[in-house]
């Protein structure tokens, strides 16, 4: 069974750090690109990095390049995500979500982890 | 980066045919077969219900399918049932950024 499960969330000040983690099982974590999505509460849903089987492509949304850093140890089945200078806009539940593995889209996702941004 | 359009609600008796739009541009759903949906009930994770604008993973009922025409996609769900009361969004590739979402749909089973 594929199971990918978040962690890390919490509530921080503006300007502060935060660094989730997903842990992965179920699947050849090292076959497949892994996202973060991310929902506001009551919102919609904004996808926000994306990374390649071994960690030698990373994309992100304008908003949060230069301020999130995403990783993965392919090693430990893990993918973390790497939250700095973080803003009241980034609170919102934090999903891993795998990649198709043959097209564009996510297959499976975590049950999310929700970080919240206020002083 | 603007998300692609969805209608904010929709509605049916149970039975019933619905159909949820996706509008995009010529970046994203005109240009690319990339079109995903995604079923989240509240509380949830979202679910995978059609990749590829039309191919349904295995498990996924078959009275869900889905349509692309120019530069709007459209999932469509056939004889309406009370589990299918839920929030819907789109996908799809974009040129300038590898993904975009939908702003959501809401079926309401009534």
């Known amino acids: 069974e594929v199971r990918l499960v978040e962690s890390g969330g919490g509530l921080v000040q503006p300007g502060g750090s935060l660094r989730l983690s997903c842990e992965a099982s179920?699947?050849?974590?090292?076959?497949?690109?892994i996202n973060w999505v991310r929902q506001t509460p009551g919102k919609g849903l904004e996808w926000v990095a994306t990374?390649?089987?071994?960690?030698?492509?990373?994309y992100y949304v304008d908003s949060v390049k230069g301020r999130f850093t995403i990783s993965r140890d392919n090693a430990r089945n893990s993918l973390s995500l790497q939250m700095n200078s973080l803003r009241a806009e980034d609170m919102a539940v934090y999903y891993c979500?795998?990649?198709?593995?043959?097209?564009?889209?996510?297959?499976?996702w975590g049950q999310g982890t929700l970080v919240t941004v206020s002083s | 980066q603007s998300a692609l359009t969805q209608p904010a609600s929709v509605s049916g008796s149970p039975g019933q045919s619905i159909t949820i739009s996706c509008a995009g541009t010529?970046?994203?759903?005109?240009?690319?077969?990339?079109v995903s949906w995604f079923q989240q009930h509240p509380g949830k994770a979202p679910k995978l219900m059609i990749y590829?604008?039309?191919n349904r993973p295995s498990g996924v009922s078959n009275r869900f399918s889905g349509s692309k025409s120019g530069n709007t996609a459209s999932l469509t769900i056939s004889g309406l049932q009370a589990e299918d009361e839920a929030d819907y969004y789109c996908?799809?590739?974009?040129?300038?950024?590898?993904?975009?979402f939908g702003t959501g749909t809401k079926v309401t089973v009534l």
């Open positions: 979500a795998r990649g198709l593995s043959t097209t564009v889209g996510f297959d499976y």
């Open positions: 179920g699947f050849t974590f090292s076959g497949y690109w």
């Open positions: 990374i390649n089987q071994r960690g030698s492509e990373k």
């Open positions: 010529s970046s994203d759903v005109g240009s690319y077969n990339y």
């Open positions: 590829d604008v039309s």
């Open positions: 996908g799809s590739k974009r040129s300038s950024t590898p993904y975009v």
